[in-house]
């Protein structure tokens, strides 16, 4: 019995996806960026720039049955008169109610946009909203950056 293994060429990200993200990391105009894959399943593209500073803004770009990555400039408080801090955080969104190929092809995509962002602190993957919410990011980020 004779098995043909098909493998998928790798995805590529666009140069307009890494320039949105320096342009978001050293020159804070961008406050999120929305990325998705391009039509023919072979690149990463930038869907939308955004400087709503606006959380739920950001999260009103999520839609609830098509998969997309995300970069947002996450800002919180510290507390005791710590002062802010800033961390990029990388989000792949992966709704529950997605076509399942669509969220096979973009877990297997990826790794090659992580890759290419240097500055990202925290990964957050997203199946509903709850995941996505202020309150589990700002969770997650402030026990990365070791700050209880």
Same mark, same amino acid.
């Given at each position: 019995?004779? #098995?043909?293994?098909?493998? *998928?060429?790798?995805?590529?990200?666009? /140069?307009?996806? +890494?320039?949105? &993200?320096?342009?978001?990391? +050293? @020159?804070?105009?961008?406050? $999120?960026?929305? $990325?998705?894959?391009?039509?023919?399943?072979?690149?990463?593209?930038?869907?939308?720039?955004?400087?709503?500073? /606006? $959380? %739920?803004?950001?999260? @009103?770009?999520?839609?609830?049955?098509?998969?997309?990555?995300?970069?947002? %400039? #996450?800002?919180?408080?510290? @507390?005791?008169?710590?002062?802010?801090?800033?961390?990029?955080? &990388?989000?792949?969104?992966?709704?529950?109610?997605?076509?399942?190929?669509?969220?096979?092809?973009?877990? *297997?995509?990826?790794?090659?946009?992580?890759?290419? +962002?240097?500055?990202?602190?925290? /990964?957050?993957?997203?199946? %509903?909203?709850?995941?996505?919410? $202020?309150?589990?990011?700002?969770?997650?980020?402030?026990?990365?950056? @070791? *700050?209880?």
């Amino acid at each position: 019995m004779e #098995f043909e293994i098909c493998l *998928s060429p790798p995805v590529a990200v666009s /140069d307009d996806a +890494l320039k949105a &993200f320096n342009e978001l990391k +050293l @020159g804070k105009k961008i406050k $999120y960026i929305i $990325y998705k894959l391009n039509d023919a399943k072979t690149e990463i593209v930038v869907e939308k720039t955004s400087a709503d500073t /606006d $959380y %739920d803004s950001f999260l @009103g770009e999520l839609p609830e049955d098509e998969c997309k990555y995300a970069i947002y %400039d #996450f800002e919180y408080e510290l @507390g005791k008169g710590e002062g802010k801090r800033n961390k990029i955080v &990388f989000y792949q969104w992966a709704p529950d109610t997605a076509n399942v190929r669509s969220k096979m092809v973009y877990a *297997s995509s990826k790794d090659a946009l992580r890759r290419a +962002l240097n500055g990202v602190s925290t /990964d957050i993957q997203g199946t %509903d909203f709850s995941e996505v919410a $202020y309150e589990s990011v700002l969770e997650r980020v402030s026990r990365s950056a @070791g *700050s209880h």
